[in-house]
């Protein structure tokens, strides 16, 4: 049985070559508020361009360009967070890690208020990845597929001890704001019945196409 894959009814998602795919560095929009959270996706090394209660977005470029014990403090949390979030998931193998981030793909990370990117510790709270992906969609009208490459969700999710606070609203509506998407115009690879439940909560998104 292949995995789901779905795309908002109704809508025809922008291609990858959109500009607005291409992501600035940071991005800061009004924030939940704030406690400090420890998890286990924290490393005591600090990490430049992480943002004490807030998010940053990555490339793989952006990554694999820090100074290497900085590079080995974030392949650390971001594999790490991507083992949790396969768990969660009940998936059999984690679909996000370091070495499996793509070229034109995005990688946006929520941090503690506790994290200092001086200094450390870098203490991670959520992730969020996005890109491009190739996908056949059921046509809602008229029968047959149609194939087409939609900027893509590919992997969302929130320590255990930060939901319920807003972490997951601030990843998911940065990521909108900075690339000017909108939820329906977007495709789910796989989603959990969380992400599901989060859409329909946050967003009203109750209709997919297959």
């Known amino acids: 049985r292949h995995p789901r894959r779905l795309s908002a009814a109704g809508r025809s998602p922008p291609r990858a070559s959109d500009p607005a795919c291409i992501p600035p560095a940071v991005h800061r929009i009004p924030r939940p508020r704030c406690l400090v959270v420890l998890t286990s996706m924290q490393h005591p090394r600090g990490i430049r361009g992480l943002v004490p209660g807030g998010v940053s977005v990555w490339t793989r470029e952006q990554i694999v360009r820090l100074p290497p014990e900085e590079y080995r403090a974030m392949s650390a949390l971001i594999d790490e967070a991507g083992v949790r979030s396969a768990r969660a998931q009940g998936l059999p193998a984690p679909?996000?890690?370091t070495d499996r981030m793509l070229e034109d793909q995005r990688l946006y990370l929520a941090c503690s208020d506790a994290t200092r990117p001086n200094n450390g510790p870098s203490i991670l709270l959520g992730i969020l990845k996005v890109g491009p992906k190739r996908l056949f969609i059921a046509k809602t009208t008229g029968g047959g597929i149609?194939?087409?490459e939609p900027c893509c969700v590919l992997d969302f999710y929130v320590h255990e001890t930060a939901q319920r606070g807003g972490w997951g609203s601030l990843l998911f509506n940065t990521f909108l704001e900075s690339e000017?998407?909108?939820?329906?115009?977007?495709a789910y690879d796989r989603p959990s019945p969380k992400l599901i439940a989060f859409l329909a909560k946050h967003h009203n998104l109750r209709s997919y196409a297959r």
């Open 180 to 186: 000017s998407r909108h939820p329906a115009r977007l």
């Open 146 to 148: 149609e194939e087409m």
């Open 95 to 97: 679909i996000t890690s």
